[in-house]
């Protein structure tokens, strides 16, 4: 297993190198100057070309990409153009609160998820099914940010028990959890209670039943085990996700994570926080793909890695 890790850990570098050149020609195909918007819009065009210079958006675009890939080897991504901060301290006062915002989100989800499918799976064709696939169809069709505002309107505003926004405390985790977790639910829900069904059907669930073994171990400790493995793979992109793409939750509740960085960055044209960033999600997704890899081998030491 080691030799798989290090050789898929070697294999990122070049995916992460044509990842950089997609992200790096997207940004700068932004409308918008950074210069102007760093000189003031009072600004005479000598004054915005000092500041042009200043930042090397004078420079040929492949020679800014250089400058870019060379940095990043060095371990320096830049300087943020609104702020003057180093791109690294800018994301990492914003990193751990939109960890912890994810992977409390991701916690509830997993297990309302799982219980509500299993209850389906189980119980199929019954109100229990019903209820449980009412639910989550409401969680995916619901939109988020609209869920938010509503979690906020009742919960914040009119009965006052939370935090309507920002991060003060734990309990300004509970509402954004709950809407960023939702969607979530619902397709852990939907893929558990298909893939358990599945799995049910087996010779061997019934060969356990046969000898004696109560419903609950069959279930729990003999199928739910087995059904794991597509739910583990669609968990684990929707950590990504989440992690990569909580712009919209993290905006309606005023959270001072990386979504929220992304929008003021994009906002003033900040092409080293923005790149930066985009290629830190890169990583993410490649890096929680290895890691759903490896769990594989826990649920079903069939599957060997060469």
Known sequence: MLRYVIKRLIGIIPILFFV??????????IPGDPARLVAGQDATLQDVEV???????NQPIHIQYFNFISGIFQGDVGSSIKTGRPVFDEIASRFMPTFWLTFWSMIWAVMVGLLIGVISATKRN????????????????????????????VFAVQLGWLPVGGLESWQSYILPSITLGSGVAAVVARFSRSSLMDILKDDYIRTGRAKGLNEHKVVWGHGLKNAMIPVVTMTGLQFGFLLGGSIVIETVFSWPGLGRLLIDSVAFRDYPVIQAEMLLFALEFILINLIVDLIYGFLNPQIRYD
């Not at 950089?20 to 195909?29: A, C, D, E, Y």
């Not at 500041?51 to 958006?57: K, P, S």
């Open 51 to 57: 500041v042009r210079q200043e930042l090397g958006l």
């Open 20 to 29: 950089s050149i997609f992200i790096f020609l997207f940004v700068h195909l």
């Open 126 to 153: 019954k109100w229990q099914d019903y209820l449980g696939m009412f639910g989550a169809v409401s969680g995916i069709s619901m939109p988020s940010f609209w869920m938010g505002l509503l979690l906020i309107q």
